[in-house]
């Protein structure tokens, strides 16, 4: 059974960054797509950052030039390196990873950007 376990989340002032970590066990196999969503109070899960294990990434418009996602495929590990935050990427954020046509997810872990 694939487990997805994050780090990282906390408080944080706008300006600020954060960088979260992922590691996935049990049953991962070679190829496969990691990364990451969030979901804030009131509003739909969102993708914010994916990255396969070639080293291809995809990023929302929202996030893309701010944050960094990428990945330690011996460590089966997916990173987050979330600079500039802004209020507005307050959620929860969840890691994710998808082989064989399934999404795993993780217990997600909070992100709050304040003053």
């Known amino acids: 059974q694939v487990m997805l376990v994050e780090s990282g989340g906390g408080l944080v002032q706008p300006g600020g960054s954060l960088r979260l970590s992922c590691v996935a066990s049990?049953?991962?196999?070679?190829?496969?797509?990691m990364g990451w969503y969030r979901q804030a109070p009131g509003k739909q899960r969102e993708l914010v950052a994916t990255v396969h294990t070639s080293g291809s990434a995809n990023y929302a418009d929202s996030v893309r030039g701010r944050f960094t996602v990428s990945r330690d495929n011996a460590k089966n590990t997916v990173y987050l390196q979330m600079n500039s935050l802004k209020p507005e990427d307050t959620a929860v954020y969840y890691c994710t990873l998808q082989q064989f046509l399934k999404t795993y997810w993780g217990q997600g872990t909070q992100v709050t950007v304040s003053s």
């Open positions: 049990g049953g991962i196999v070679r190829i496969n797509t």
